[in-house]
């Protein structure tokens, strides 16, 4: 029934979609003239015919959202850039107004009620924006920080946090990541101690997205002494209590338009009924929540991978180099085709793991598999391109060396290449026994 009623918002959004007009493909020569909507993906061939699973639905809602993209994001992301912050709660708002934050979740609380593989297009349609910084933030709004809340809370923090999550109205981040431990989220310091009706939170977390504009944090800390894998819990956290500090805003490599930030709390006092189902199982959930991260963040990289890789053939066919163009050497084309075939094998894996997910099978192995070379290969991927842009790029002008900076993150955040190492490792029981 709700996927009924979600699919049937799906089309009304794309009739209605019109509202936002195209805008003509204008080339590759600068950043802010590359605020296209004409797809240059590789997989914006495959129609719904061919595609192994989406929909007309799908690619309606990836039409009216590219339209979103064109008119209300693109033409500013400069400018968001040389700022290093957009306005969270007025994107939000737009991106929330047209469904856009809640794919996938209840329709009772604002959400479409559709299944991940559409959260996972809107994942893909999110990569043409033309900055990493953004689409992130979105990312951690619509499926990191909100995907435990709308799984395991209650009815009560649904309506007070979720729901104006998912309409744009509130701006979520999620505190995890700490001073001390960001890869080994067992070893987390701050602390929520029960006192009467309350929780008393101490501590604080390091490289929160969305720090310094949320309205709240999706907050893992300790609740108990017990076993680090059971002595957690994750809680909405109002951002405006007392005792809540943004510390500082972060200074980056890249993802400039998004805002880190470093926030401590002293004797931070919210309710107990703020704790996101049971309490002790906070690792557990977050362990859930990571899962939909990772794929989210495959399915946006591989967007900015066929993207770069047309940009540069366009560049490159155009630039002449001994008498012919940079793309007829032979090493050019032939490590372009390498590269396409790459991103090809990560979107076939991304896509089994998707649809093996919303059939409800565990993916962990998939979605690490496929974080892990995502963020491997779209290191590889944007270093040989930049290469043939030569000393274009080099500039600030052009995408590919945004994608250079600001996709480095891959490897780190969200859990780093080792992680994912670590987790594969398991699943193939290869781990030294204890
Ligand atoms: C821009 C940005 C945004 C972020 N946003 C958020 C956010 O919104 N919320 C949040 O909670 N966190 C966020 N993070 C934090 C991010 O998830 C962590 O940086 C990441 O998990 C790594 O943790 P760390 O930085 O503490 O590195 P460490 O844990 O100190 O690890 C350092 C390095 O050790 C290596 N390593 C890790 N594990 C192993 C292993 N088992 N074996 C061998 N080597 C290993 C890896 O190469 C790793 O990079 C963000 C980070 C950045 C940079």
Redesign the pocket.
Known sequence: MALREGALRVKLLANSGNFYKLTSFLGVRSLSENVSSKPVTSSASETTGDHLIYTAEHFALKESLRKIIDQEINPYVDQWEAERTFPAHKIFKILGSAGFLGVNKPVEYGGLGLDFSYSVAVAEELGNIRCGGVP?AIG?QSD??TPALARFGSAELKKEFLLPSIMGDKVA??????V??????SSIKTKAVRQGDEYVINGG???????TQADWMCL?ANTSDGPPHRNKSLFCLPMNLPGVQIARK?D?L??WS?D?AEVFFDDVRIPCNNIIGQEGMGFTYQMLQFQEERLWAVANVLTVMDNIIQETIQYTRQRKIFKQPVLYHQTVHFRLAELQTEVELLRSLLHRATALYIKGNDVTKLASMAKLKGGRLVRELSDSCLQFWGGMGFTSDVLVTRVYRDTR?M?????????M??IISKYMDTLPRK
């Open positions: 992130m951690v990191m920080a981040c999620l505190g995890v990541s700490e001390g431990a960001g890869s080994d989220v977390k390091m490289w929160t997205t969305n720090g893992l972060i980056k890249g993802m998004s880190t993150l490897s780190i955040g969200g859990g780093a290449d080792e992680v190492l670590g």
